[in-house]
């Protein structure tokens, strides 16, 4: 927030739900589900996975970015081993295009 205070994502907190913003009335929405994953990073990984985000890398510009970048490195030699895992929720919304069958 400090680099970026108008960052949309900054305040979620991994809630998802049976919910897809794209769907029409040519879908009809089967289902959903999601899980927890433990992905391993590098620092190195990690930053350049902060950096291509939309909070980062996508709004700010490259001067902004250099100033992020040194300041999350210092940040991640401090709290974090050279390598480690970020937990990620993966979620899927299953759709079928066209009209719902009924019995």
Sequence with gaps: MQH???WQGAHYRGGTGPRYPGVTP???YCGYFY??????FTREAWMGR???SRGIG???DEKQVLS???????LLKYIAEPEF???????AH??????????
Excluded: S, W
Aim: glycine content about 2%; hydrophobic content about 40%; overall charge negative.
């Design 4 to 6: 970026n205070p108008n």
């Design 85 to 91: 895992t970020i937990t990620h929720r993966i979620d």
């Design 94 to 103: 299953i759709l079928k295009l066209g009209p719902v069958e009924t019995d």
């Design 58 to 60: 996508a709004t700010l």
């Design 50 to 52: 902060i950096r291509a």
């Design 35 to 40: 899980y927890d994953e433990e992905i391993a």
């Design 68 to 74: 992020f970048d040194a300041e999350h490195e210092a």
């Design 26 to 28: 040519a879908m009809h």
